[in-house]
């Protein structure tokens, strides 16, 4: 049969590779940002967009979905039309597709600086952007399974097999993550609450690592390793494994995030168990990569790309070893709510999936212009800029987790605890100082490729359609018996249908008891629901992102009841929407805040930490001091409570801000008492309630279970 003759579009492949140059240097500063104001508060400007709180959440993002996203993106536009000897099925889809995506990241960053946030990590996007991501995924979707389904090749390659369970995968848990009840256009409610929320979160948080930052990157593994060593994958039935294994035990693994938790104990026995079983197909995956490389290492020496992917498949390798290990309960004891989770997470994010990306970009930039790359010793500076890089923000961060664990559980001889909260705190912070230097000379080898592939640019000439040409693909029936899996590769939907049940089985085994079965999470009678005031405190609480540096989670601990008080049960959080437990303690945990402290103390450290504690790393929030409560939202919000099984009476909306005036005058008075003034519907009020509020419904119970 004749070739065809079609072309290549690489004009949205560029496109999508510099929205991954763009975005990738805004994360990092946004990220380096952040690190600093850890150990120099004023870095924040003691302006409200700038604290760490909405800074940090807007550095998760950036990274996540735009820099990363945007490197998936290129990487499939790119292979997915070589892969399939085709053009991307609609030009009009890939446009829409690229300015869509574009657009939501643009409306994430104003939005999260603005404070409107759902609170829930990695999930922060108020509903609007929600759905507007859901339309973008359908059409990246519409336009990848149509490109896959008109290809001129029969086989489908093992990179497509991942951007297809990506693709599917990600629909599921964002859509299911998402679930909200609207209050107004720029506010929600997560549907879920306490338990059943912290489990669908870390589902989702967890699977969003695995689906988003691993799955896609390892289908561009699987693609441009081999073309940039010029070798085939070294073992094709290892590839089969790896993807099935991977996909089906990963979803599984989300509740290893919650161990010691209010969360039933076999739903964290099931986390734990799925996550030790990962180590298998991850590091299969690991050694598929790098064994295909056997006989290049003289071309590794020599060539950059190859330098990035190599380092980039080895952290790969060593951060699936180290969160199984990290979800072993007596490991975890040690590395939960500690820097130690922080260096994990980089050693991720910056290896495998920021040096997947550099590595990418380098091999294809030159190709799409037709020339070589500018500087070769340029790109060889980068690599290990960003390598050392790696090594001082890492390993300050492993030092400073362990720091943390043994501050926090030494005891003294007369059996009271040796150290106080802050005294941890202040002992890391020349590690938090090292962090951020490493973080600058990544950055630094960022600006690096940025000057070299613009240069590269400059002294090429760009091919936007790039001739090919095929044969048209013939259906043929052989009488040769082909083995299983190449039947299954032929039918692109069918792989996607198995797909979804292999991923949608682990998570309904999890969810679906969590939320049917009432004995997993009991209620308990003296807990009530917030008042109005409390509530909108606690809503001010999520908008400056108190969460990432406070939990309010107290496992069962010697040290951290003896820190904190009585650990928590399931039960205190079923009013809670979204779930505040967290997953780092920079400040300490505040499940038992109400009541240790007078108000005016919660107001003086809210002006300025460092009145009340003194080397504090906290940032200021004057502007809770003067900022009104914004009241004509309460009835809305109480109405929401309502629909989601919270009792309040019935008319208590029309009811609530006069219940919202009274507590605030009480509190107000409370300050006048010790010679503050304020007025009563300020948010420091409203604040002030919540905090005052925190574990006040639960009384200490004897004959505790304590670990040790």
């Known amino acids: 049969m004749q070739p065809e003759k079609f072309y290549y579009d690489n004009k949205i492949v560029k496109w999508f590779g510099y929205a991954t140059l763009l975005w990738g240097v ?32 807007l550095h998760t993002n950036a990274v996540i979905f735009a820099f990363v996203g945007n490197c998936i993106f290129t990487g499939v536009y790119y292979s997915l039309q070589r892969l399939c000897k085709s053009r991307m099925y609609s030009d009009k889809l890939s446009y829409i597709h690229f300015w869509g995506w574009q657009g939501i990241i643009v409306a994430a960053a104003l939005t999260l600086l603005m404070g409107f946030t759902t609170g829930k990590e990695y999930a922060e996007l108020e509903w609007p952007i929600d759905i507007a991501i859901t339309l973008v995924w359908v ?3 519409i336009n990848m399974f149509g490109t896959i389904i008109k290809r001129r090749e029969k086989h489908l390659y093992v990179a497509i097999w991942f951007y297809i369970a990506t693709w599917v995968t990600v629909a599921m848990l964002h859509i299911v993550n998402s679930i909200e009840l609207p209050v107004s256009f720029m506010k929600s409610y997560s549907w879920y609450a306490g338990v059943q929320d912290a489990l669908v979160q870390w589902w989702y948080g967890h699977n969003a690592v695995a689906f988003f930052l691993t799955t896609p990157i390892l289908g561009l593994m699987y693609y441009f390793l081999p073309k940039a060593a010029n070798r085939p994958v070294y073992s094709y039935r290892l590839s089969i494994i790896h993807f099935w294994a991977l996909i089906f035990i990963y979803i599984w693994a989300g509740p290893h995030h919650l161990l010691y938790t209010a969360l039933p104990d076999w739903a ?32 590794v020496r020599e060539d950059p790309v190859l330098k990035f992917f190599v380092v980039a498949v080895t952290c790969y390798g060593m951060a699936t070893f180290e969160g199984p290990m990290m979800s072993l309960k007596s490991v975890n004891a040690i590395s939960h709510f500690t820097d130690w989770t922080i260096a994990h997470v980089h050693i991720g994010g910056l290896g495998w999936n920021g040096f997947m990306a550099f590595g990418m970009l380098y091999y294809l930039i030159p ?9 070769k010793k340029l790109a060889n500076n980068h690599f290990w800029l960003g390598t050392i890089g790696i090594i001082v923000y890492a390993i300050p961060l492993y030092w400073a987790g362990f720091a ?23 002992h890391i912070i020349p590690m938090y100082v090292t962090r951020s230097i490493g973080g600058s000379l990544y950055l630094i080898g960022a600006f690096l490729m940025v000057y070299n592939l613009y240069k590269t640019v ?19 029936h052989s009488p040769v018996r082909e083995y299983w899996h190449r039947w299954i590769e032929k039918k692109p939907m069918t792989m996607l249908v198995m797909s979804l049940i292999v991923v949608a089985i682990g998570g309904a085994l999890e969810i679906i008891p969590t939320f049917l079965v009432k004995s997993n999470v009991p209620t308990i009678s003296s807990v009530k629901p917030y008042t109005p005031l409390e509530l909108q405190g606690r809503d001010i609480y999520v908008r400056e992102g108190c969460y990432t540096c406070h939990s309010q989670m107290i496992r069962p601990f010697r040290d ?8 928590s049960k399931a039960g205190e959080f079923v009013y809670d929407h979204p779930f505040q437990w967290g997953s780092k303690r920079t400040g300490p945990d505040l499940a038992r805040e109400g009541g240790k402290y007078p108000d005016s103390w919660h107001y003086n450290h809210m002006l300025d930490p460092r009145i009340m504690s003194p080397g504090s790393i906290m940032p200021a929030y004057p502007w809770l001091l003067d900022a009104p409560i914004d009241t004509a939202s309460t009835p809305a919000k ?71």
């Open 26 to 57: 805004v994360g990092m500063i946004a990220g380096l940002w952040a690190a600093i104001q850890i150990y120099a508060p004023s870095a924040s400007l003691n302006l409200a967009p700038t604290t760490f709180g909405r800074l940090r959440p």
């Open 638 to 708: 109480i109405r929401a409570m309502q629909k989601m099984g919270v009792p309040y009476p019935e008319g208590f909306d029309k009811e609530a801000n006069k219940d919202l005036m009274t507590q605030a005058n009480f509190i107000k008075l409370s300050l006048k008492a010790d010679k503050i003034e304020s007025a009563s519907n300020t948010e420091i009020i409203a604040l002030i309630a919540y905090l005052q509020r925190l574990g006040k419904d639960i009384k200490a119970q004897p004959n505790t279970t304590i670990q040790k």
């Open 139 to 141: 059409i990246f979707g």
């Open 367 to 375: 190709k799409m212009y037709g020339t070589q790359i500018y500087s």
């Open 268 to 299: 964290q026995s099931l986390g734990v168990v799925f996550s030790i079983m990962l180590i298998a197909p991850s590091w299969g995956g690991m050694l598929n990569g790098l064994f295909t490389l056997r006989g290049a290492w003289d071309k």
């Open 560 to 567: 951290e009841v003896a820190r904190y008080g009585e650990y």
């Open 404 to 426: 943390q664990a043994q501050m926090w559980k030494t005891f003294t001889e007369e059996g009271q605890l040796k150290f106080q909260f802050l005294e941890t705190v202040t």
């Open 458 to 476: 400059k002294q090429g000439k760009f091919i936007a359609n790039e001739a090919a040409e095929a044969a048209p693909m013939v259906k043929e």
